[in-house]
């Protein structure tokens, strides 16, 4: 069964307006979370890595101010895409590491952002 | 940084034919590779892994194989059947399986019937 819930599945919003998306481990407790972007018919790139209990780690060109990153629980990672522009449209995809040792990352669904 | 070079990009076989992906790294600490599979709007599945230590595995129909020396590793897929149709990704990382992946640009793969 899933390991990883990421909701909403798909969302649609307005050009400026700031979207929350989540990322539950549900059997563990996860200590790290990273989160890809996905623009269609492209490969995975890593935005950033979620720590639990401390900032977020960026990869170069990602704005840590557009794309807040929260990691407050063993258990949640939220990625909020503030002032959406229609260039931010893509598919978010967060994946978590488990605390087992050499276990491999496991995905969520990921997230369809439309902004229009 | 670590980066990772997929071909090709497109792969188009007859059902039952072989499909062959192969993907070069840079980073020399790196070992650990997967490859997923991508259907469509959904997330990727991992189907197969390597690491440095191994040069072959296999997985009925599916093989991975690595040459750490020339860094390249590539995914064999025999007996292809429809819904093998996907995108597949290579990735590789350093250190445990469940750390930070580094992805190649994909593969879509189409198994024609």
């Known amino acids: 069964g899933a390991v990883v819930s990421q909701h909403p599945s798909w969302v649609i919003c307005k050009s400026g307006t700031s979207v929350k998306i989540e990322c539950r481990s549900l059997?563990?407790?996860?200590?790290?979370m990273f989160w890809y972007r996905q623009f269609p018919k492209q490969s995975l790139m890593l935005m950033a890595t979620?720590?639990?209990?401390?900032?977020?780690?960026?990869e170069q060109g990602v704005e840590k101010d557009k794309f807040l990153i929260n990691h407050a629980s063993l258990t949640l990672s939220t990625l909020t895409v503030t002032s959406a522009h229609p260039e931010d449209s893509s598919f978010y995809i967060c994946?978590?590491?488990?605390?087992?040792?050499?276990?491999?990352?496991?995905f969520g669904n990921g997230t369809r952002l439309t902004v229009t | 940084g670590e980066n990772v070079e997929q071909h090709p990009s497109t792969l188009s076989v007859q059902e039952g034919d072989s499909a062959v992906i192969k993907c070069t790294y840079s980073?020399?600490?790196?070992?650990?590779f997967p490859w997923y599979k991508q259907e469509l709007g959904k997330r990727p599945q991992l189907i197969i892994d390597?690491?440095?230590?191994?040069g072959e595995k296999k997985d009925q129909r599916i093989a991975v194989t690595l040459n750490k020396t020339a860094k390249h590793f590539s995914l064999h897929i025999t007996e292809t059947q429809p819904e093998d149709s996907a995108v597949y990704f290579c990735?590789?990382?350093?250190?445990?399986?469940?750390?930070?992946?580094?992805f190649g640009g994909g593969t879509r793969l189409m198994v024609k019937p």
């Open positions: 980073d020399s600490a790196s070992n650990y």
């Open positions: 994946s978590v590491k488990t605390r087992g040792v050499d276990s491999p990352l496991h």
């Open positions: 390597i690491r440095s230590n191994v």
């Open positions: 979620s720590n639990e209990g401390s900032k977020a780690t960026y």
């Open positions: 059997d563990f407790q996860a200590t790290t």
């Open positions: 990735a590789a990382s350093k250190g445990n399986a469940g750390n930070m992946l580094t």
